[in-house]
């Protein structure tokens, strides 16, 4: 372990010491106060910490310490995927010529990096079974806002100008209702089963003429997959309505079944959690979209597509929704997916899933001993707990997911799903070994057993953090973003 406390040198400022050297001004000093309004111009130095070069070095090494990341430690954030990025995918994404293009280049330039785009695009048609793929939105939220928008669209092309509603199911992931919302489309909630899957006969009450689309987040938000995908998707095809596969969390299912055959429409995928790209920070990203036959003219444009041996940018889409990202969507993570799809094989990604599964599996069957399960049956990439077992002892679910920190582990989801009570979402990812899976179990174990017989030592972790329990309403809302003088 690293040392914690080490103090941050930015409070240490020391008047006078400098960190930097310039050279020589070799132009002439503006007269700022010609160029700035008066109210903008400074009548004082600003007030910043004067320390060395090394000490800044210092610094920001101790401070990145204090993160935590996959590289890391181990990161079972639910619905996250913090999988291992193979730093394979960082070398290719170094390549100067992949780096170094400019997006204004004119296409016959960029020719190998639009052969790469159009390629990466055929493997997860293939990967979807769908018929065509933008490359375009830069999150997973934004490829279902993209999705919808194309949705939308095509039923006003047809004139079905009443279809406003797009059907959420209350295990879905939260991005879903807001897309919908930002899609200018309402949402209506369908309830989930005593099986956290989708009532039918909800669903068969809430579809109708008003449905633009079901958006089924899959596996559920409870890791749970949707068994009735068929009669769903029947159901809201007779009704006229589309079908929105969110499939963010693929590798559940990757090389196994696709969103395609199962009969939606649309998919989205989130290149930065399955296909690796490095997402801790909160991105870039990359949410490419996949749709069906019928609503490849809405698809933005321009569309990467190949005439005879040259890789062209098409726009002469009449009925697109236009441009959803400047340029050509997140490239660097589009060359980081495009890798780890090429390095694995087709083989490789059905391990992928089988991993995904086997981990969160294991992991669920030891820990249910100790905490509650909600829903007790397999699960495909993530799991859901509940700590009501715990909160009896006056150890809420917050309390333990501090408690993890001591551990030197990043905490799972919390609350969400929010229909299950004081809940723990756990991802293991496919990329973590046996050892690491049961060192983390044995320490939820010893968890649940300080909340029987210690519970306050759960209760006011962390205890090894440099920063203990943070308030953190207000941290979030008046954040101390500025050097404060010490
Ligand atoms: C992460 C996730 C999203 C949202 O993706 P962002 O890239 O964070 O916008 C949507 N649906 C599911 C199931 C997810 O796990």
Not at 13 to 26: A, F, Q
Not at 33 to 56: H, T
Not at 134 to 140: E, N, S
Not at 270 to 278: A, I, S, W
Request: charged share 25%.
């Amino acid at each position: 372990m690293h040392n914690q406390d080490q103090a941050l040198i930015f409070e240490s400022s020391t008047p006078g010491r400098i960190g930097y050297s310039l050279p020589e001004m070799d132009v002439p000093e503006l007269d700022l106060s010609s160029l700035l309004p008066e109210g903008y111009l400074r009548s004082e130095e600003p007030e910043l910490p004067e320390v060395s070069e090394l000490d800044i070095m210092r610094h920001y090494t101790a401070l990145s310490r204090r993160n935590h990341g996959v590289d890391s430690g181990f990161y079972p954030l639910g619905s996250c995927t913090m999988k291992y990025n193979p730093k394979i995918n960082e070398n290719v994404a170094r390549f100067n010529g992949f780096a170094h293009v400019h997006p204004l280049q004119d296409e016959s330039s960029v020719q190998g990096a639009l052969e790469l785009l159009y390629d990466l695009q055929q493997h997860l048609i293939e990967i979807t079974g769908m018929d065509e793929v933008t490359l375009q939105p830069a999150a997973g939220a934004h490829g279902e806002w993209t999705g919808l928008m194309m949705i939308r669209a095509y039923h006003e092309a047809n004139g079905d100008l009443k279809r406003t509603k797009v059907i959420v199911p209350d295990s879905a992931h939260g991005t879903n209702p807001a897309s919908a919302t930002v899609a200018g489309l309402e949402t209506i909630t369908v309830k989930s089963n005593e099986f956290g899957l989708v009532d039918l006969d909800d669903l068969k009450r809430v579809v109708g003429e008003d449905t633009a689309a079901l958006m089924l987040t899959n596996p559920n938000t409870l890791g749970l997959f949707e068994e009735n995908i068929v009669e769903m998707a029947e159901i809201v095809h007779a009704a006229g309505g589309k079908l929105y596969y969110d499939g963010a969390n693929l590798n559940a299912v990757l090389s196994k079944a696709r969103p395609g055959d199962m009969g939606f429409d649309v998919v989205h995928l989130n290149l930065h959690k399955t296909f690796t790209g490095p997402h801790g920070g909160g991105g870039p990203g990359s949410g490419p979209v996949g749709v069906k036959a019928d609503l490849i003219p809405y698809l933005p444009k321009p569309v990467i597509t190949k005439r005879g041996e040259e890789f062209v940018f098409d726009y002469d889409r009449p009925q697109s929704i236009g441009r959803v990202k400047p340029y050509y969507g997140n490239f660097g993570i589009n060359v980081r997916a495009y890798t780890y799809i090429r390095s694995m094989g087709p083989d490789g990604l059905k391990a992928v899933t089988e991993y995904a599964v086997l981990n969160a599996n294991y992991m669920m069957r030891r820990l249910a001993e100790y905490y509650d399960l909600p829903f007790d049956k397999h699960c495909k990439h993530e799991f859901v707990l509940s700590g009501r077992r715990q909160k009896k002892l006056g150890v809420r679910t917050l309390d333990i997911a501090k408690r993890l920190l001591d551990f030197g582990y990043h905490p799972p989801t919390i609350y969400f799903p929010l229909n299950v009570e004081e809940c723990i979402m756990i991802e293991p990812t496919e990329t973590e070994s046996k050892e690491t899976l049961d060192s983390f179990i044995d320490i939820m174990i010893q968890i649940a057993k300080e909340a029987e017989e210690n519970p306050e030592i759960v209760q006011e972790a962390p205890h090894t953090t440099v920063v203990g329990r943070m308030d953190e309403a207000t941290a979030a809302r008046k954040p101390i973003l500025k050097y404060q003088k010490a």
